[in-house]
């Protein structure tokens, strides 16, 4: 019985994105930099999964690379079972949303206006919103807990209601996978926490992959089924108790005034 | 939905507006013409001086038909780039491309000189004068382009095509130095800007060149929409960037460089007339920015027409001091009431 239960469990948590001997880095005139070689990672449905790393250890590079802005040095990208080289933009644009860091332009967009920016790749030519359509955006909405907040302006509201929006907007295109780069920086504590658990609830309740990157260790410590951890050595990618058990977490920071204590799932300044 | 209503009431409006607009455009002017002779000769029929007749089938409704297409294209392609550059002080004029359009009619009106005969009359027909504007206006947009990669500051781009601007003024003072007083008045006259000039055929040449541009303008509606969050979240949304930018830089380019060749680098229109769109129907939809922007810049370039022709009066101003005269401090008044200027 028990079995059978893990079997469809299993089943349940289909791979949505996998890398096989993944190498990443830049090329450029001077010769390639290589970030990580032998990357082989997987993305299940369902799970909520944190990137963790020092600055400038090439998360970004990593989110780029698995989500085919850029090419890997070498070895394969797969979502869905199919290479990401091979998608069309439209394709996979009905697979994989984002929630990047970066400003948005000038514009009076209202929240809704934003949101509804996220169906996209299944309108017509000019972008008419069907009654499909606007049922799905009003279910984003409401996921997110913005549904009072529809029609005022993207400018008009706070930092952490607008990463809000913008996870919205990633959830009406309607894609097995989510990537969030940093979404939880320049928010207190308070927003941090609930953006985080906002989050949890969201790939529960709609067997979505979210994978974000984030330098809140502590709590990507709490809330995340799975951590993906960049250290100069190696990557490695594994729920976040065995993460602990295994002491994984004592070489994320090469400083000796930074300690993991194990037992309390946090890191002490000494 | 309290917009939509709004939205619907506007339209109407400028509707009304519109053809109040061309009527009094065909109506005004330096020779007095009674408003029932107007429809009359309008209408196809025999109006009781045969000279009011020839005026307003020969000069007034070409000029007007002229002032709707200048005023569209130009708006559209102010608010093509505003959304590409992601900058609320694009336009044909800030950019450069009025000044690259410039350039290369210079070339063809001040250097025809240098080519030999059959080679001059070739460039110096409709076709020849359209091609160069076209072709200056392209020139600079890739350029605008190369080094809005480059730097990826917007300021930049600004300060690009202010340097174009100066570039070609001194380029023009250099050709003009050797050139004929003939082919400088020629020029001059052009630069001031003129929407009277057009025979039929160039109007049916202007209409193509305008339509062109509008339809890639309309095809582009859903990429603009999705450049509102930039080009990586664009990206991401399944736009082609590439080939959406594509069109956009054509459709401009064809917009405001046939309009210059015909109708004179006209300034303003293309930078102001977006923000009163934006201002007045409070959105960001470029279905609906679309419209208005047809609209209000059919609307405002047949007013500067009017002011233009001074009526009652025996004089015309050019028709590029009267839009900066007008142009301009709609931009400062846009800069200084809002804070966030979209």
Redesign the interface.
């Given at each position: 019985m028990s079995q059978q239960l893990r079997i469809l469990a299993s089943l349940k948590m289909k791979n949505i994105l996998t890398t096989s001997n993944l190498n990443i880095g830049y090329k450029s005139k001077k010769g390639v930099t290589t970030i990580a070689e032998n990357l082989n990672l997987s993305l299940a449905s369902g799970k909520l999964i944190t990137l963790i790393g020092a600055n400038g250890i090439g998360k970004s590079t990593l989110l780029r690379t698995i989500t085919g802005i850029q090419k890997p040095l070498s070895g394969n990208v797969y979502l869905n079972e199919k290479n990401i080289s091979a998608y069309k933009p439209l394709e996979l644009a009905q697979n994989l949303s984002l929630v990047l860091t970066e400003k948005l332009p000038p514009s009076n967009l209202s929240v809704f206006e934003l949101v509804a920016l996220g169906r996209q790749p299944y309108t017509n030519w000019v972008g008419t919103l069907t009654p499909e359509d606007i049922v799905k955006v009003n279910e984003a909405l409401a996921l997110t807990q913005i549904t009072h907040l529809a029609k005022k302006r993207h400018f008009e509201i706070s930092d952490g209601q607008l990463q809000k929006v913008l996870i919205s907007r990633a959830l009406a295109q309607d894609t097995p996978l989510i990537i969030l780069d940093e979404p939880t920086t320049h928010l207190d504590l308070l927003h941090k926490v609930s953006l985080f658990k906002l989050l949890k609830k969201l790939t529960q309740e709609t067997e979505k992959c979210i994978l974000f990157s984030t330098h809140d260790i502590d709590l990507a410590i709490q809330l995340s089924d799975e951590m993906i951890m960049m250290t100069p050595e190696n990557i490695v990618q594994d729920e976040p108790c065995n993460l602990i058990s295994n002491g994984n977490f004592s070489n994320l920071f090469k400083d000796e005034h930074i300690i993991f204590d194990a037992e309390k799932g946090k890191f002490i300044v000494t | 939905m309290a917009n939509k209503k709004r939205n619907t009431i506007l339209f109407v409006v400028l509707s009304l507006g519109l053809l109040l607009m061309f009527f009094a455009s065909i109506s005004l002017g330096s020779v007095t013409i009674p408003l029932k002779e107007v429809f009359t000769s309008l209408t196809g029929g025999q109006a009781t001086k045969s000279t009011w007749e020839y005026i307003i089938i020969n000069y007034r409704l070409p000029k007007a038909i002229t002032a709707v297409l200048v005023g569209t294209g130009l708006s559209i392609s102010g608010l093509l780039m505003q959304t590409l550059f992601?900058n609320?002080l694009a336009g044909p004029d800030v950019l450069g491309l009025s000044s690259g359009a410039s350039l290369g009619v210079a070339f063809v009106i001040l250097g025809a000189g240098f080519l030999p005969s059959f080679l001059s009359i070739i460039a110096l027909s409709s076709y020849g004068i359209v091609l160069a504007s076209t072709l200056g206006s392209i020139l600079v947009l890739f350029l605008v382009l190369w080094v809005s990669q480059k730097l990826r500051d917007t300021m930049a781009i600004l300060i690009i095509g202010l340097m174009f601007g100066s570039f070609t003024t001194s380029i023009v003072s250099v050709l003009s130095y050797f050139s004929t007083a003939e082919q400088l008045q020629k020029f001059t006259f052009w630069s001031m800007g003129n929407l009277g000039n057009l025979s039929w055929t160039n109007i049916v040449i202007l209409t193509v060149c305008v339509g062109i541009g509008l339809l890639l303008s309309?095809?582009s509606?859903?990429s603009l929409?999705?450049l509102?969050?930039?080009e990586?979240?664009a990206?991401?949304?399944?736009?082609?960037f590439k080939q959406a930018r594509l069109i956009i830089i054509f459709a401009t380019s064809i917009l405001s460089g046939a309009i210059t060749a015909f109708a004179g680098p006209v300034a303003f229109i293309g930078i102001a007339v977006p923000h009163i769109a934006?201002l007045t129907f409070?959105?960001?939809?470029h279905?609906i920015l679309f419209w208005s922007t047809l609209f209000y810049g059919s609307i405002i370039m047949l007013f500067c027409d009017i002011v233009s022709q001074m009526p009652g009066f025996d004089v015309t101003l050019p028709i590029n001091a009267v839009t900066s005269i007008i142009g301009a401090p709609v931009v400062i008044w846009l800069l200084v009431r809002k804070r966030?200027?979209?």
């Open positions: - | 992601r609320p309309v095809k509606i859903k929409n999705a509102l969050l930039g990586n979240y990206k991401s949304m399944g736009l082609n934006k409070q959105t960001s939809n279905t966030n200027f979209q």
